[in-house]
């Protein structure tokens, strides 16, 4: 019914850049929030960023300032810029879309910082 795909994950050296997508398709509502978790290894799944259908952000204190979160109505995608990347970012980033009572989570995308 409602599928994600991420893209744009990679290996990047401190201090630079990468920008993830997450495109979202099948039945989807106009209210819906669209999120970034990420995982490390052996580290539990932590909220990066979220945004709302009006525009409203949630980052991370690790990140602020870093990174910034956006999205696309009309392509119903959500993008995370990811500026002066540490190698503490180093994870596997899930987009996350939630609608309604339900979760839906893409397949992740591997980002790694490292010289």
């Known amino acids: 019914q409602l599928q994600l795909v991420e893209s744009g994950g990679g290996l990047v050296q401190p201090g630079g850049s990468l920008r993830l997508s997450c495109a979202a398709s099948?039945?989807?509502?106009?209210?819906?929030?669209m999120g970034w978790y990420r995982q490390a290894p052996k580290k539990q799944r932590e909220l990066v960023a979220a945004?709302?259908?009006?525009?409203?952000?949630n980052i991370a204190d690790s990140v602020k300032g870093r990174f910034t979160i956006s999205r696309d109505n009309g392509k119903n995608t959500v993008y995370l810029q990811m500026n002066s990347l540490k190698p503490e970012d180093t994870a596997v980033y899930y987009c996350?879309?939630?609608?309604?009572?339900?979760?839906?989570w893409g397949q992740g995308t591997q980002v790694t910082v490292s010289s």
């Open positions: 996350q879309l939630r609608m309604r009572e339900y979760d839906y």
């Open positions: 099948g039945s989807i509502l106009r209210i819906y929030t």
């Open positions: 945004i709302t259908s009006g525009g409203s952000t």
